[in-house]
Nanobody, 122 residues
Framework: QVQLVEAGGGLVQAGGSLRLSCATS????????MGWFRQAPGKERDIVAA????????YYTNSVKGRFTISRDNAKNTVYLQMSSLKPEDTAVYYC???????????????WGQGTQVTVSS
């Protein structure tokens, strides 16, 4: 089992920044690829970004490219999502998740955090 706990969500004005973190415990963090997903009310949970176990490969959905950065610190068992130039449409609950290989498919992620709310006001 891998336990994941997100932090860093909150209310921010459009154009602002937030840094989400996801602390993990349990199995060896460096063995897992990590992803950030988000789910807005009434919508599906969609991939935002993903990072390989070593951190050398990343993926971003088109709508966040150039604004969000995913990173990880394997020594601290933590993955981050730096979000800048936030827009109201970024408002959602953000979840981190762990998978045994780099992927963007929701069903490939075996372990999930509880989510953290991000609200961007216009």
């Amino acid at each position: 089992q891998v336990q994941l706990v997100e932090a860093g969500g909150g209310l921010v004005q459009a154009g602002g920044s937030l840094r989400l973190s996801c602390a993990t415990s349990g199995r060896t963090f460096s063995n897992y690829a990590m992803g950030w997903f988000r789910q807005a009310p009434g919508k599906e949970r969609d991939i935002v970004a993903a990072i390989s176990s070593s951190g050398t490969s990343t993926y971003y959905t088109n709508s966040v490219k150039g604004r969000f950065t995913i990173s990880r610190d394997n020594a601290k068992n933590t993955v981050y999502l730096q979000m800048s130039s936030l827009k109201p449409e970024d408002t959602a609950v953000y979840y981190c998740a762990a998978a045994t290989y780099i992927t963007i498919k929701y069903t490939d992620f075996a372990f999930w955090g509880q989510g953290t709310q991000v609200t961007v006001s216009s």
